[in-house]
């Protein structure tokens, strides 16, 4: 009697939900960095699904600043639209994907207004994995800005000398500057108290790459005082080395220069941001 009794007892035991949930069982093995990275990135990507009017910026501002700037200045700088679509396409495109990297930052910044940020700290994934995250989905909007540009582009007219490789290995070279740029624009994100004082800081150093630079016009027409800044500006050099690469008349030491600086770039900086993301308060 009393052993059916202590079997009925076991039988409740194991069919009890409560009991089942809290009892010992095998752990799934502790994911790594490159899966937490994903994990984050792919909470970036949810996060466009669920507010799909953050596709906007890289939706419609490569539409209006092609559109804008090849019908504005065309005639006035390079006699016609057609041929000044040659020079301004790689341009253009560069600026449009920097622009988009202000947008790093701010949704980082608004993240920690929000309180989310403390939550990701007291988890236990590696300690990066938000911000690589973060940077790794946006660089799927950088992609999709270049995509829509460099399509617009040669809805108007504009072609290719170096093929679809030339295109494609300057989308390329323009994502690897683009990734180690963010990192400035992610440490003013975890400086600055307000979204919008990242926004409006971000563009106060980007201006000044972006419109002084070989974007919109030859730097020979400049005078000698701002040749002299876009002859350093890394900016300049992306947009030479892009232009080649699409034109098919890239070099080595163009394509290179951009590479080393992405990597000095984010060799400083990413470390800087990883600091300062470990010390917040």
């Known amino acids: 009697m009393s052993s059916e009794i202590t079997t009925q ?37 949810l996060k466009i699904k669920h507010v799909p009017e953050q596709l906007f910026d890289v939706t419609l501002t490569p539409i209006i600043f092609t559109l804008m700037f090849t019908y504005l200045f065309g005639g006035a700088i390079a006699g016609d639209v057609r041929t000044y679509l040659q020079y301004l ?8 994907v920097l622009m988009i990297t202000v947008y790093t930052g701010f949704t980082i910044n608004t993240d920690i207004t929000k309180g989310v940020f403390d939550r990701f700290r ?12 973060a940077l790794l989905g946006d660089t799927v909007r950088y992609t ?20 679809i490789t030339g295109v ?21 994100g975890l400086v600055l108290r307000s979204p919008n004082a990242v926004m409006g800081t971000s563009m106060l150093i980007l201006m000044p ?21 876009v002859g350093v500006n890394p900016v300049s050099h992306l947009v030479t080395a892009i232009r080649g690469l699409m034109a098919g008349t890239a070099t080595v030491s163009q394509v290179a220069w951009v590479l080393v600086a992405s990597a000095l770039l984010t060799a400083v900086v990413a470390p ?5 993301y470990r010390n917040r308060n």
């Open 9 to 45: 007892q076991s039988a409740a035991v194991e069919i009890n939900p409560l009991r089942a949930a809290i009892a010992p069982r095998e752990q799934p093995p502790r994911p790594g960095p490159l899966a937490n990275a994903l994990t984050f990135g792919w909470r970036a990507l």
């Open 89 to 96: 396409l790689p341009g253009i495109l560069v600026q449009t």
């Open 122 to 133: 007291s988890l236990p994934v590696w300690r990066p994995s938000p911000i690589v995250g």
């Open 144 to 163: 999709i800005a270049s995509t829509i540009t460099i399509g617009l582009g040669f809805a108007l007219g504009f072609r290719a000398g170096g093929g």
């Open 168 to 188: 494609l290995l300057a989308l390329a070279l323009l994502l690897v500057f683009a990734f180690s740029l963010s990192w400035i624009f992610t440490a003013l």
């Open 209 to 229: 790459l972006t419109f002084a630079s070989n974007v919109f016009a030859d730097p020979a027409t400049m005078p000698p005082f701002l040749q002299a800044w």
């Open 272 to 276: 800087i941001t990883m600091r300062l």
